[in-house]
């Protein structure tokens, strides 16, 4: 992962980030940290994403990387990496990553396909920390995710287990978006929905790389919901419904 370009990205972003979004966590959860958690949930359940037009709702589209597939046997997150979409638009200067902190062994085929390696992790922050700096970034933005099921499952028991609180956050999956977008077609892996889509695929299997793509494919959607008549989160339900 040596002079990756991503990388740069994110070196080149990282003051910016540290200093907005940012605050240290030692020992227990800060009691500020969970009076931010608790105002969150407050905004969360006031519903507007729903009908907000789709070309205008602010959402940060984001991805983990985990030693495997099922939080409740073990496997963990090993990074998160997201972007914000504003107005439409993908905004590279507002990203987040972290690696998290990890004192097991990795699988040979995970440093393959991630890059990582054990000492990379061994010094990153814990994952309560990286939450609770992810749950900043993000605020009562909507949430993105390719297969998103992944994405939520670690993500609700990770949350449980730091916070011993149900994660309600609102999450998308752009693969229930294509399904209405391109109906006649079965894929699964993010890299035939970039080639089908036209978007390049590179820094496959980083979390920050795979949710630039995944935000490159969001924006292309909400140009073709609209041509489908879908113009909000509540027409595509609705559609997904039928």
Request: net charge negative; hydrophobic share 40%.
């Amino acid at each position: 992962m040596k002079n990756n370009p991503l990388l740069q990205l994110i070196k080149q972003f990282h003051g910016k980030l540290s200093s907005n979004i940012y605050t240290p966590l030692i020992g227990k959860t800060d009691p500020k940290h969970l009076a931010f958690l608790r105002s969150l949930e407050r905004e969360l359940e006031i519903e507007k994403s729903l009908y907000i037009p789709l070309h205008e709702l602010n959402v940060v589209v984001f991805d983990f990387e985990t030693t495997g597939f099922f939080p409740e046997q073990g496997d963990q997150i090993l990074s998160i990496g997201a972007v914000k979409i504003e107005n439409g638009q993908m905004n590279d200067s507002k990203i987040f990553y972290s690696l998290v902190h990890n004192n097991g062994g990795l699988s040979p085929d995970i440093k393959k396909l991630t890059g990582l390696e054990e000492a990379d992790l061994k010094g990153a922050p814990v994952l309560s920390e990286v939450l609770i700096r992810f749950y900043q970034f993000v605020q009562s933005d909507t949430l993105v995710a390719h297969h998103a099921s992944h994405e939520k499952k670690f993500l609700h028991h990770a949350h449980w287990k730091a916070f011993k609180k149900p994660y309600k956050h609102r999450i998308v999956d752009t693969s229930l978006v294509f399904n209405i977008v391109v109906p006649d077609q079965t894929i699964v892996s993010l890299d035939d929905y970039c080639a089908i889509s036209g978007i390049e695929i590179r820094n496959r299997h980083h979390a920050l790389g795979d949710a630039i793509m995944t935000a490159e494919l969001w924006q292309l959607y909400i140009h073709q919901l609209h041509k489908e008549g879908c113009y909000t989160l509540q027409d595509v339900y609705e559609r997904l419904a039928r």
